[in-house]
């Protein structure tokens, strides 16, 4: 094939253009504040782990992510020490998180691009603090996705009646349910796409969806179970703790039955 011929051609050089990439960018720089203890909960063990490294392992699990960069504290020094087999040829460390989740987000996709993630590639971005992930809702947010104008994000049907307080912490108003989410993690955008809309929305959105929707953008709701919910409160830990040590044993008992 004549590479320079194809490099010059308007139709084939579209033709010849490689691809859209998958990156996951996980946001692993908060400190944890409503989870209180001692240090940033994303280092906490959790079933015999530090809940980053469950996060990362169901992330290395999906085939179709090129790679995963992880965001950390620009003074992190624990990273390293507690998921020593992370870095690698799928797994980048960028010491670059900023003052809220946000900018640390913003902050990972520039270290992304300076990797060589072009515009159109498209960038999965997932909390650390969702250690309860599978590679299969991952699959299932990409298989909606890839072919979506705009991207979307895994999120959850609300099935409770909803509340609104009033400052004493009693009942304001009951609030219309029907047609509400509670958006999770991962969410899916085009890498071109995210930056501008972060830039545009500032570093106060607490989930990319919500920078994209500024722009008028409609992003594609995939319905995932509760159990991917955000270890927040102190009670979450050992809710997330009793889910991976079942996972566990749920594995242990298939192998010894193989
Ligand atoms: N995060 C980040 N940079 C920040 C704040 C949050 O990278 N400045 C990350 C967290 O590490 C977490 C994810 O974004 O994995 C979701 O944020 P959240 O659950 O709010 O974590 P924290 O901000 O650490 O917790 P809190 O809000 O209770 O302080
Ligand atoms: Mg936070």
Known sequence: MN???ARGGGKLAGFMRPPPRLFALVPCAGSGVRAGGDGPKQYRPLAGQPMV???LAALAAVPR???TLVVLAPDDDRFEAVVPAFAGERGWVARVGGATRAASVAAGLGALAARGAADDD????HDAARCLLRPAWVEA???ACLDHPV???LAWPLADTLKQADAAGNVAATVDRAGKWAAQTPQMFRLGLLRSALEAAG???TDESAAVEALGLAPRLVAAPLENFKVTWPQDFELAGRLLRSRAAERAAAQEGA
């Open 3 to 5: 590479v320079g011929t």
């Open 53 to 55: 490294a469950h996060t």
């Open 65 to 67: 992510l090129a790679a």
């Open 122 to 125: 498209w960038v999965l971005v």
């Open 141 to 143: 947010l990409i298989d």
């Open 151 to 153: 991207g979307g994000l």
């Open 203 to 205: 570093h106060g959105v």
